[in-house]
Nanobody, 123 residues
């Protein structure tokens, strides 16, 4: 089992920044890549970003490319999502997830999920 705990969400004005963290514990050797998803009110959970185990490969949804940056510190078993130039449409619950797959854009590729952290961007 792998436990994932997100933190860093909150309320921010449009144009502001937040940094999300996802701390992993348990059998951390058993997963590969890490991803962030979000669910806006009334919408399905959608892919935001992902990063390979080594950190050498990163992936972003078109809607956040150039504004969000994913990174990881394997020594701390932690993945980060730096979110800059936030917009009201970025509002939602952000989830961290762990995957053993190579295709990282869909929820079905992920085995373990955190409980989520709320991000609210006011206009």
């Amino acid at each position: 089992q792998v436990q994932l705990v997100e933190s860093g969400g909150g309320l921010v004005q449009a144009g502001g920044s937040l940094r999300l963290s996802c701390a992993a514990s348990g059998r951390t050797f058993s997963y590969n890549a890490m991803g962030w998803f979000r669910r806006a009110p009334g919408r399905e959970r959608e892919f935001v970003s992902a990063i390979s185990w080594s950190g050498s490969s990163t992936y972003y949804a078109d809607s956040v490319k150039g504004r969000f940056t994913i990174s990881r510190d394997n020594a701390k078993n932690t993945v980060y999502l730096q979110m800059d130039s936030l917009q009201p449409e970025d509002t939602g619950v952000y989830y961290c997830a762990a995957s053993r797959e190579s295709y990282l854009y869909t929820t079905s590729s992920y085995v373990y999920w955190g409980q989520g952290t709320q991000v609210t961007v006011s206009s």
